[in-house]
């Protein structure tokens, strides 16, 4: 989003009166820089030509440094350094709309869940290689390194297993279709609708053979009464 949120409140915020107003002219001016997670870069020459834009000539490096140390003293800006140094603006979440922080994009700082960038968060579930005490990655791979695609195997061993089962049941279903069509040959057709489905019951079909033998019996009627 292109926009941020400032508070009516602001004019009458205490730790903003206590600064010089070249100091709160930038803070405000960051607060319009800043990603969607209230950072900013930490170099002040980097601050001084972004949050100043068309002015910058008319100021220096020094002073936005000296106005930098202003707010950090203030408690409105804070420092970070952690392999990448960065600012971040104090209470950020407290003063930005829901709506805005829920669809907040990436950050070049910060994860989405607000863990710095090259920190190693707890919930991340990415296999990595083992490292060192040192930080150095191991020389021996994790287990995923090794053979990736176990858990591919493993699934393909168990969908295996449920097609072999499949197919070994297929003979047996067929020979209790073929043995209940020989019982409705014989003497199943005379049996009523509903006692003949009981007796098909005791054979492990489907319900299409169930049909296919119950019309099969009909037919059989037919003939037999026409004879």
Known sequence: MNFRAISVNAPLSESLASVSLG??????????QADPWGCLPGNARKIHHQCLGLRAADHTTDEVRGWLE????????ARHRNGIEYLELSDWDRWQPDGYLRQRGPSDY???????????RPHDKRKSRPRDESGRFSAQPSRAHQNPKNGVQKRREGTSLKRSTKREGAPARAGAFAQAEQFVRNSG????????RAALGD??????EIARLRRLAIDLRKQRGDD
């Not at 100091?23 to 319009?32: D, G, I, N, T, Y």
């Not at 057709?189 to 003949?196: G, M, P, R, S």
């Not at 054979?203 to 299409?208: R, T, V």
């Open 23 to 32: 100091a709160e002219v930038l803070f405000w001016r960051m607060v319009s």
């Open 70 to 77: 202003e707010l950090k003293r203030a408690h409105r800006v």
């Open 110 to 120: 910060l994860h989405r869940d607000g863990s710095l960038r090259g920190e190693t």
């Open 189 to 196: 057709w005379q049996y009523a609708d509903v006692d003949l």
């Open 203 to 208: 054979y492990d079909l489907s319900k299409n």
